[in-house]
Structure formats: C-alpha cells, structure tokens
C-alpha cells in the first residue's frame, strides 16, 4: 500500500546497533600547519566558510548550532549566520523566543559550525548582545516579503493551538500590508552578534590524529594553542 504523500514515514525497524558503532570515515584532509595559520581566526573561519560554501555537498554552510545556558540547563538549535567581521558573528531572531530569554540571562553562548562533508568543525565561545535597531532594521529591509510577514505571525517559541492558527495570523499580517508596501520591522525582532573570546578549528587526519586548533582572544591579540585530538 502507498504512503500517503503527506505523512511522514516512519520505519519500524531500528538502525542496527552494530551498524552506528561501524560509521566510520576515513579522514585524509591536508592538515593545519602552524606557520600557515593566520594571526586572526576571523581570517581562517572566513576561508573555510568559502570552502564550505563552494562544495556542493554542503547544505547550509553558514548554519550553526547556537547553544545558551540558563538555570544550568543547556539548549541548542540552530540559526543562520548572516553577517561576519572583527566584531563577531550574527544572525538574526525573534527578542521572545526562547533562546533571547535564555541569552537575556546569561549572554554566554557556544556556536558550533558542522561542516562534516569537508572532515571540518568550528566551534566558536563567546558573548552575544543585540545589535542595534537601526542595523537589524538594515538587514530585515533585505528579507524577502514572505519571511518578513512571517516575522511578524510568528510568536516563536510559544505554543500555537494549530498550524491553522499560525496560517491565520499570516494571512491578516499579509492584507495589512498589500503587496509592493514596506513592511516594518517588528520590535520584538532583531540580531545578535556573537563577540568571539574563543574560536577551535578541528580538521580531521589520519589514524584520528585530528588537527584542533584553538585561537582565545587576549586584549587585542590572539593565543593560538594546539590541543590533543
Ligand atoms: C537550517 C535552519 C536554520 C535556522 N535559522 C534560524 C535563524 O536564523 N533564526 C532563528 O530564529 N531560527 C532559525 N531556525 C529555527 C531554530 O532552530 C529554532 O527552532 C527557533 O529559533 C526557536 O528556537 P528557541 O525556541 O530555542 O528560541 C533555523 C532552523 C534550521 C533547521
């Protein structure tokens, strides 16, 4: 009988125990070598962000893992990078969703970038803080129509009766601003930029002798340390 298209489907058969334990790759990536590395991590991140662009393979490269930390519980998600300089890294958010109360407590945050197709992984430790109106304001102006009024019907984060209440909620944000009219941006929506103190690069190799390289910001200048894999 065929699924109905809609529906997920759902095997009943659990991935074989032994089968998890044997995913293994053999990683064979050139490695990070000392005197190559540049003295800003900001410039390496940026060269590995345009190798994981560039490869096909990759969905999403500039997604990352956000983790926060409140009342010692850690939750993670991921969000998209949408702006990188020497000041950090930024995406963008709804200021009442769950991941802005948890920042709101304690801007301590973790930023993980899984760029596995390419044997690669950064991880990024740092405080985030909003950025100000007029440069969320900025970047909201470039968002296509339908994710602007999305901004909009969507309380994230909060529970929702049904699909057909948010679906509701899009339609009446759609009728108040006809199409070809300038959508403000709600106050309850805007970017954070992640101010780095860390940044690791973790390259694989051979035999599991993976490259970690970790970069941790002291004054203006960076320490760079190499760690065991
Ligand atoms: C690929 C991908 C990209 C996403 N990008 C964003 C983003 O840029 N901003 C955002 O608020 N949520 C984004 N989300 C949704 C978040 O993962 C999350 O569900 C949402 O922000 C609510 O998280 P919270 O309840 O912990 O605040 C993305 C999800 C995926 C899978």
């Known amino acids: 009988m065929h699924q109905m298209r809609s529906k997920v489907r759902l095997d009943t058969a659990m991935t074989n125990r032994d089968d998890i334990a044997a995913m293994r790759r053999q990683y064979g990536q050139v490695g990070l070598v000392e005197e190559d590395l540049p003295k800003n991590p900001i410039t390496l991140f940026d060269t590995w962000l345009k190798d994981a662009a560039a490869n096909e393979i990759v969905v999403e490269a500039n997604a990352m893992v956000l983790s926060t930390v409140a ?4 939750t993670s998600r991921t969000v998209l990078l949408k702006d990188l300089t020497q ?6 958010s709804n200021y009442n969703s769950r991941k802005a109360g948890e920042i709101a407590k ?15 992984q950064v991880i990024v430790i740092g405080l985030a803080s909003k950025l100000s109106k007029a440069e969320s304001e900025k970047y909201f102006a470039t968002r296509p129509r339908g994710s602007q009024i999305g901004a909009w019907a969507s309380a994230q984060s909060s529970e929702l009766s049904s699909r057909a209440e948010l679906e509701k909620k899009f339609a009446e944000f759609e009728k108040k601003w006809p199409e070809g009219e300038q959508i403000p941006m709600p106050d309850f929506w805007g970017g954070y930029v992640v101010k780095p103190e860390s940044i690791e690069f973790w390259q694989g190799r051979y035999s599991r002798l993976h490259d970690r390289i970790r970069y941790i910001r002291q004054d203006n200048n960076w320490l760079i340390k190499r760690l065991n894999p």
């Open 71 to 74: 009342d010692n519980q850690p």
């Open 106 to 120: 304690n801007n301590k945050v973790s930023l993980v970038f899984p760029w596995y197709p390419l044997e690669r």
């Open 87 to 92: 000041d950090g890294f930024t995406f963008f």
